[in-house]
C-alpha cells in the first residue's frame, strides 16, 4: 500500500509540475496509475465495489486537483469507476444467479431450479449493458442488504451453507477486481491504438486531389493525414503554423517526410486560404459534453473560416478526450496561460516592465492563452476512435462511458456517503463523515462561488431527510 | 520529464559518461546582506514569501527542475528556522533523484567563508551550480552545463560559467529594474569569455580603466554595461587602435554616458568615436588599409546589448578550492571574479552564458522584490506561477481575468473589487467597498471595509481595519492596522507590529539615504521622474551640454576634467595638452615602428584627428616643434605632414589677424 501511495503523489507532483502534459500521456498514465491502485487495494469483506470506488475517488480527487486544466485525467478517472459499477453489475448478476442457485439448493423448489440457471450470468450482465442503464447508486446499494443481512463472521458459520457462500464471495471479490483489472488494461489499450483506429477511417474522409488545412501540431491529424497517403490517396495539406509555439513547423516537416505535399501558412492567412480549402482537420485537447471542443488557440478562427466558407470543419480525437463536463461547469477551467516569453523576448521589452517608472503598474500585459473553444455548431464531425459522431451525439457517446454518478468526482462521493449513512444506517467512523463535510462545503462552494462552512450535523440531517 | 529522460540516456550513452558525478547545487541560503533589515531580523530572507511561496522553493525548484541531484543549502543566520523548514517541506521526503542536505554554519559572514565550509567539508565532487537561496529562474542549465564541460575539457583553466541574461532599463530613467548595482562587463564575442567585470559600487568612481593589454590582446571586445553599452574594437587597427584607446580612455569615453537613443540620434558629441567609426570606414585614407595591409577588414558591429548579471554560475571544485587559497576573497563578484580576472599568474577563465527566452532573475533589494512579484503574476516564470501548484504543498488558485490569482475560500463582499494582477490568498476576507490593485495578500488576512490596497505586499494573518490606505507597503505577519491608518509608499512593516489610532506612517524613503529611492519598493517618486524627463529633455534640445546632464542616475559620469569635452575652453587644460602629445608621440611610435603599413597615411590621420577636435592645434603644433629639433630619422612623419602642418599655421596667423 504505501508503494502505491507514492507512485499516487509521484504523479500528482508531475502533474502539479506539468511534466507530464498532453491529453494522450496523462491519459495513459492515469489508467496505469488506476490499475495499480486497484490491484494494491484490499478487499473488504462487503460491498467490495464501494470499496474499490471510494479508493478510485480518493485517489482521483487528487490527480483532478494537480491539474485542472488536463481533463484527459478526469475522463479516466471517470470511465475507471464507471468500469467498476459495470463490472459489479455483472458480478452482482453472477451472485444472485449464485446465491439463486445456493438457496434452491436448499428449499427443493423444481420450478425455482429450472427458472434461474437460464437466465445465465453473462446475459444478465449482456442485458445490463445492452439497456445502457448507467449503474446508479441505487443498483449499486442493491447488494449491499443481501451481504449485510447475513453478516456472517467465518468463525461463526459452522454450516456448510455459510462456508460455500464465503468461498463463493472470495471467488466473487477475486473474480471483481480481475475483472476490473481487465477492463482497465482495455482501456489502456484503447488509449494506445485510439490513433490507429481513427486513421483507419482517413480514407473515407480524404479524397483524391483535396486541399486539407490543419493548425498546429496533433498527432492523431498527423497519422490520420499519413494513412491517407498510405492508401495512395493524393492530397494536399496546408498547414497554418500555429504561433506562437509553431508547432505547425514540426508538423510540415514530417508530412514532407512522409511524401505528402505541404504548404506552411501563417495563422493569419487562414482566413484568405480557406476558400480553396475542401477540409478542415484539427486536433483537440478535449471534447465536452456538449460537443463544444477545447482546442490549441487559434482553432476557433479557423472554425469560423471554415464555416464562412462551408467548408467542413473536422475534429479527430480519441475517446478518451470525451469530457462528461459541460463547459459552463465551474470544474472546467478552460484555460491555461503559458508562459509569456514563447510571445516576446522579455530582455526586449523588459523597458516597458519597469515598475518602478509608472506609479507601480505595469503598462504592457503579455498574454499566452493555451486553448480556444469552439462552440459545436461549427463542428462538422466528430471522429473518435469509434468511428464519426455529429457534434449533437456526443452527449450520448458519453452516456455510453461514464456514468452519472461519477460526473463531479467529489460530490458523489459525498452522495454516496449520506445514502449509505441515511437509508442503510450503517455505522460510518466519525472521520469519513468529517472529510465528507468538507467535500460537501468545497462543492458548494464551487457552486456559489462562495466559501460555505462545512455544514453542522444539523444540515447533514436536513439532506439526509431530503 | 520526458525531456529530462531523454538526457539522461543519452548521456548515460556515453562512455565518458558512464563514470559521471551526479550534478551538484550549492544553494546560500544566507545573502550576507542587510539590505532587507528589518523583516531579515527575525526571519532569514529566503523564507520570505515571494506571492505565494517562501523564496528558497522557488530556487529549488528551480535545480530539481534543472536536473541537479544533489543540492546543498547552506544556511548561518536562522540557521535553525531554514532547517526546520526543509525538513518540514517536501523537498526533503520527495522520492526520486533530487535530494537536498542542509549545512549549517555559525561563523561565516561572507559567500567566501560559506564556500571555503563547504570545501572543507569535501561533499563536491565534480562541476556543481552555485546559486544563492532568493533566485528566480525557469531557465534551462543544460545548454550551458554542456558548453561548460566541453569548454573543462578543452581547457582545464575554464572554471566557471556565469549566466547573463538580455536586459533593458527603462529609457527615462537608465534605471536597472530590478534596482540592483550597475554592472559592466567585458565580454569576448567569440569565445563567451568574460574579461572585464566591474560592479559599480562605487558611485564616486566615475569612468573606468581598461587595461590597455586586455585592449590590444583580444581583437574584437564588446563592453556591456547593464546601462549602457560603451565600445567595442574593431580587430586589426591595432596602431590606430592603441593610439586611440589610449585617449579614449584618457577622454572618458569609455565611461563616457551612452543610451542607445542618443548613440544613435547623436554620434556628433561622442566625437572621439564618431572619429574613430569614421577613420575607419568612411574616411579616405583608411579605407585603403584593408587593401594595403593585405588583410580582412571586419566591419564594425554595434551592439546595444543591455546585460544582467543572473548570479547563477556553474563552478567546477576548484573554485571551492581558489575560494579557500585566497582566504580574503569575501564576496563573489567584487573578489572573486575579479581577482580571477586580474590574476595572471595561474590563468583561470572564467566564461558567460547568455540565456535569451528565459527568465533569472536574483532578489536582492525591495525593489527587486516587487518586480520579481510582478513578474511572477505576469507569468514570465511559467511554470512557477501561482496556480500551477508547482511547490506542491501550496494552495490552489484560480486565475481569473487579467491576472487575479484568487485562492476558493476567499470572502470577498459584493462591493469590493479587486483590480488586474492581484494575488488573494487562502482565508482572507475582503469587506464592502475595499478596492485592491496589483498587490499580494496572504493568508487568512482580514482586511475591512473602504480600505484601498495599492501595489503593496501583504504577508500572512494580518488584520486592516475600515478606512485603511496602503499604497507600495511592504506588511508582514501578524500586522494589525486599525481604522484609519495610512501607509505611504515604501514603508514596511516587520512582523506583529501594531498600529493603534489613526496615524500616518511616512515613508521611509523620505529623508531617508539617497539611494534609496532605487531599492525601494515604492515606485520612482513623481519628483524624481520630474527630474529624468528634465534632463532628458535638456538632453534632446542642448545636445553639446548634454554630457553633464545625461547621467541621470549618478553613473558613469566623465571624469571632471573631461567634462564637455566638446567646450574649447575646459578642453585645453594643461593635463590635456600633454596627453594629446602623448599620444601623437605614441602614435608615430607605432606607424613607424610596429604597423609600418599606416605609415603613408600618417598625416591624413594627423588631419582627420584634427578635424574631429581630438588633438588640440597647439598640440600638433608643438609636436612639430619638438620633432624639428630631432635627427633627420624621426623627421620622416613630420615632412610627410608638412602640408598639413604649413596649412595649420597659416590658418591660426589668419584666426589672430
Given amino acids: 500500500m504505501p508503494d502505491v501511495q507514492a507512485l499516487v503523489n509521484d504523479f500528482v507532483l508531475k502533474l502539479k509540475r506539468r511534466k507530464i502534459e498532453g491529453s494522450h500521456a496523462s491519459a495513459r498514465h492515469t489508467a496505469e496509475l488506476l490499475r495499480s491502485v486497484i490491484s494494491h487495494q484490499r478487499m473488504p469483506y462487503m460491498n467490495q465495489a464501494g470499496a474499490l470506488i471510494d479508493a478510485v475517488k480518493a485517489v482521483g480527487e487528487q490527480l483532478i486537483a494537480a491539474n485542472h486544466v488536463e481533463l484527459a485525467v478526469g475522463n479516466i478517472v471517470r470511465r475507471v469507476l464507471h468500469i467498476i459499477r459495470e463490472e459489479d453489475l455483472s458480478s452482482t448478476a453472477t451472485g444472485i444467479e449464485g446465491l439463486g442457485i445456493s438457496a434452491g439448493s436448499d428449499d427443493d423448489d423444481e420450478g425455482q431450479r429450472e427458472d434461474r440457471p437460464a437466465l445465465s450470468a453473462a446475459a444478465l450482465a449482456a442485458a445490463a449493458r445492452s439497456t445502457l ?99 495512395n490517396r493524393s492530397f494536399r495539406v496546408f498547414v497554418a503554423e500555429g504561433a506562437p509555439r509553431y508547432q505547425g513547423h514540426v508538423l510540415a516537416k514530417e508530412l514532407v517526410g512522409k511524401g505528402i505535399q505541404t504548404t506552411v501558412i501563417t495563422d493569419s492567412a487562414v482566413f484568405a486560404m480557406i476558400s480553396r480549402v475542401n477540409m478542415v482537420i484539427v486536433g483537440s485537447h478535449a471534447i465536452m459534453a456538449n460537443g463544444g471542443v477545447i482546442a490549441p488557440v487559434g482553432i476557433n478562427m479557423v472554425a469560423l473560416a471554415a464555416q464562412r466558407h462551408a467548408v467542413p470543419f473536422v ?31 522579455f530582455g526586449e521589452f523588459s523597458d516597458c516592465m519597469d515598475f518602478g517608472s509608472h506609479g507601480g503598474s505595469p503598462l504592457l500585459h503579455v498574454v499566452n492563452p493555451a486553448f480556444d473553444y469552439v462552440p459545436p455548431k461549427l463542428v ?87 | 520529464m520526458a525531456q529530462k529522460k531523454g538526457h539522461r540516456s543519452s548521456s548515460s550513452d556515453d562512455p565518458e559518461e558512464l563514470a559521471r558525478v551526479p550534478l551538484q547545487a550549492v544553494l546560500l541560503a544566507d545573502s550576507f546582506a542587510t539590505k532587507f533589515r528589518p523583516i531579515t531580523l527575525e526571519r532569514p530572507k529566503v523564507l520570505l514569501p515571494l506571492v505565494n511561496a517562501p523564496m528558497i522553493d522557488y530556487t529549488l525548484a528551480w535545480l530539481e527542475s534543472v536536473g541537479v541531484e544533489e543540492a546543498f543549502v547552506f544556511c548561518c543566520a536562522h540557521s535553525q528556522q531554514v532547517k526546520d523548514y526543509l525538513n518540514k517541506s517536501q523537498w526533503m521526503k520527495q522520492p526520486g533523484t533530487f535530494t537536498v542536505q542542509p549545512i549549517e554554519s555559525h561563523d561565516s559572514i561572507s559567500a567566501g567563508d560559506a564556500l571555503r565550509v563547504i570545501y572543507n567539508l569535501g561533499v563536491i565532487h565534480g562541476d556543481f551550480v552555485l546559486v544563492s537561496g532568493d533566485t528566480v529562474s525557469n531557465m534551462s542549465l543544460k545548454v550551458a552545463l554542456q558548453e561548460h564541460k566541453e569548454r573543462r575539457k578543452k581547457d582545464p583553466l575554464a572554471v566557471m560559467t556565469m549566466v547573463i541574461k538580455h536586459s533593458k532599463p527603462s529609457s527615462l530613467t537608465h534605471q536597472t529594474r530590478l534596482g540592483n548595482d550597475e554592472i559592466l562587463m567585458a565580454i569576448d564575442p567569440d569565445t563567451k569569455e568574460l574579461l572585464y567585470y566591474e560592479d559599480k559600487t562605487d558611485q564616486s568612481q566615475r569612468f573606468i580603466t581598461l587595461d590597455k593589454m ?30 586611440l584607446s589610449s585617449l579614449l580612455i584618457y577622454k572618458g569615453v569609455l565611461s563616457c554616458p551612452m543610451s542607445h537613443e542618443c548613440w544613435i540620434s547623436d554620434c556628433s558629441r561622442h566625437n572621439l ?29 554595434l551592439f546595444f546589448e543591455i546585460l544582467k548579471d543572473c548570479y547563477i554560475d556553474i563552478c567546477s571544485p576548484e573554485v571551492l578550492s581558489l575560494f579557500t587559497d585566497n582566504f580574503d576573497y569575501q564576496h563573489l563578484r567584487r573578489h572573486f571574479v575579479k581577482g580571477l580576472l586580474v590574476d595572471d599568474l595561474m590563468g583561470y577563465k572564467i566564461f558567460t552564458h547568455e540565456i535569451h527566452s528565459s527568465y533569472a532573475a536574483r532578489i536582492d533589494n525591495f525593489r527587486s522584490y516587487d518586480t520579481i512579484s510582478k513578474d511572477i503574476i505576469q507569468r514570465w516564470t511559467y511554470p512557477m506561477v501561482p496556480d500551477v501548484q508547482y511547490f506542491g504543498n501550496c494552495s490552489q488558485m484560480k486565475l481569473d481575468r487579467l491576472g487575479i490569482y484568487k485562492a476558493p475560500d476567499v470572502d470577498q463582499s459584493r462591493t469590493a473589487q479587486i483590480r488586474a494582477f492581484s494575488f488573494i490568498g487562502n482565508g482572507t476576507t475582503i469587506g464592502d467597498h ?81 539611494e534609496e529611492w532605487r531599492h525601494s519598493i515604492a515606485p520612482i517618486p513623481a519628483e524624481k521622474l520630474m527630474e529624468f524627463s528634465l534632463s532628458a529633455h535638456t538632453d534632446l534640445g542642448l545636445s553639446n551640454q548634454d554630457v553633464n546632464s545625461l547621467p541621470a542616475s549618478g553613473e558613469l559620469q566623465l571624469d571632471s576634467e573631461s567634462t564637455g569635452f566638446d567646450d574649447g575652453e575646459d578642453y585645453k587644460d594643461s593635463a590635456d595638452f600633454e596627453k594629446e602629445i602623448e599620444v601623437l608621440l605614441k602614435f608615430e611610435e607605432m606607424c613607424s615602428e610596429t604597423t609600418k603599413e599606416f605609415a603613408p597615411l600618417f598625416s591624413a590621420i594627423l588631419n582627420h584627428l584634427y578635424e574631429k577636435d581630438i588633438l588640440s592645434e597647439d598640440a600638433i603644433l608643438s609636436w612639430a616643434e619638438e620633432r624639428g629639433g630631432a635627427d633627420e630619422s624621426d623627421k620622416i612623419f613630420l615632412k610627410q605632414s608638412e602640408p598639413f602642418l604649413k596649412w595649420l599655421r597659416e590658418a591660426s596667423e589668419d584666426e589672430d589677424d
Fill in chain 1, 380 to 466: 462538422s464531425l466528430f471522429i473518435t476512435d469509434t468511428g464519426g459522431h455529429n457534434p449533437s451525439y456526443m452527449y450520448r457517446l458519453i452516456a455510453d462511458y461514464y456514468s452519472a454518478d461519477d460526473l463531479v468526482v467529489k460530490r458523489s462521493y459525498l452522495l454516496s456517503v449520506l445514502l449509505m449513512t441515511g437509508t442503510l444506517g450503517i455505522r460510518i467512523n466519525l472521520k469519513k463523515l468529517r472529510t465528507a463535510e468538507e467535500n460537501f462545503a468545497n462543492s458548494i462552494g464551487c457552486w456559489c462561488n462562495k466559501p460555505v462552512e462545512a455544514p453542522s450535523s444539523k444540515t447533514l440531517a436536513f439532506i439526509v431527510q431530503i
Fill in chain 2, 273 to 301: 568615436f564618431y572619429t574613430f567609426l569614421e577613420l575607419y570606414d568612411l574616411e579616405l585614407p583608411l579605407y585603403k588599409f584593408p587593401i594595403l595591409m593585405g588583410k580582412r577588414l571586419i566591419p564594425v558591429v
Fill in chain 2, 434 to 514: 475595499s478596492v485592491i490593485s496589483y498587490s499580494v495578500i496572504g493568508q487568512s488576512c482580514s482586511i475591512g471595509c473602504n480600505v484601498s490596497i495599492q501595489g503593496s505586499y501583504i504577508w500572512d494573518n494580518v488584520i486592516i481595519e475600515d478606512n485603511c490606505k496602503l499604497s507600495h507597503a511592504l506588511v508582514c505577519d501578524g500586522v494589525y492596522l486599525r481604522a484609519g491608518v495610512v501607509l505611504e509608499p515604501g514603508v514596511i512593516l516587520s512582523f506583529k507590529v501594531d498600529i493603534s489610532g489613526v496615524g500616518y506612517i511616512w515613508s521611509t524613503t523620505e529623508g531617508g539615504h539617497e
Fill in chain 1, 133 to 231: 442503464r448507467a449503474p446508479s447508486l441505487q443498483t449499486l446499494l442493491e447488494d449491499i442488504p443481501d451481504s449485510a443481512a447475513a453478516p456472517q463472521p467465518p468463525s461463526s458459520g459452522g454450516d456448510s451453507e455459510g462456508k460455500s457462500k464465503s468461498a463463493d464471495k472470495n471467488l466473487r471479490s477475486r473474480k471483481l477486481k480481475h475483472d476490473v483489472i481487465e477492463a482497465i488494461n482495455e482501456l489502456i489499450q484503447d488509449i494506445d491504438t485510439c490513433h490507429e483506429q481513427i486513421s483507419e477511417q482517413a480514407v473515407e474522409h480524404i479524397h483524391q486531389n483535396e486541399v486539407i488545412l490543419t493548425l498546429g501540431r496533433s498527432r492523431t491529424v498527423k497519422e490520420f493525414l499519413c494513412a491517407a497517403k498510405e492508401k
Fill in chain 2, 214 to 243: 586586455l585592449l590590444a590582446s583580444t581583437p574584437t571586445l564588446h563592453l556591456h554595461n547593464d546601462k549602457q553599452v560603451v565600445i567595442l574594437i574593431p580587430t586589426f587597427v591595432n596602431i590606430i587602435f592603441a593610439a
Fill in chain 1, 315 to 345: 475534429v479527430v480525437a480519441g475517446s478518451h478526450k470525451l469530457c462528461p463536463l459541460y463547459p459552463h461547469n465551474p470544474e472546467v477551467l478552460l484555460n491555461d496561460l503559458k508562459n509569456p516569453s514563447d510571445l516576446m523576448d
